[in-house]
Nanobody, 128 residues
Framework: QVQLVESGGGTVQTGASLRLSCAAS?????????????MGWFRQAPGKEREFVAA??????TYSDSVRGRFTISKDNAEKSVYLQMDSLKPEDTAVYYC??????????????????WGQGIQVIVSS
């Protein structure tokens, strides 16, 4: 089991930056296990499907085309946390952002089905 809690959302203007945090807890995130988790960020805008944003495993990361070069995913194994640094924000980045984790494989993945555990989501609003 993994529990995920996001923080750091809010309302910003176009071009600003935000850093989302996701704290993990639970048996599957204890000790050295967190370092082996596949972690991801997804987002869901009003009226749209939840979409992939970024993911990270121990030896690599991947991003959606829409955020590559602007967003950076990182982990702190000691803090059992994953972060999403979002720079040069645009109005189209407005969404509820979700942290996700998977214990089954260490392969980078973009699909919702490839993640077992989800946070409750946090709102990000980018005003024009």
């Amino acid at each position: 089991q993994v529990q995920l809690v996001e923080s750091g959302g809010g309302t910003v203007q176009t071009g600003a930056s935000l850093r989302l945090s996701c704290a993990a807890s639970g048996a599957a995130a204890s000790g050295d296990s967190f370092g082996r988790l596949k972690m991801g960020w997804f987002r869901q805008a009003p009226g749209k499907e939840r979409e992939f944003v970024a993911a990270m495993v121990w030896d690599g990361s991947t991003y959606s085309d829409s955020v590559r070069g602007r967003f950076t995913i990182s982990k702190d194994n000691a803090e059992k946390s994953v972060y999403l640094q979002m720079d040069s924000l645009k109005p189209e980045d407005t969404a509820v952002y979700y942290c996700a984790a998977d214990t089954r494989t260490s392969l980078l993945a973009h699909s919702r089905e490839d993640y077992e555990y989800w946070g409750q989501g946090i709102q990000v609003i980018v005003s024009s």
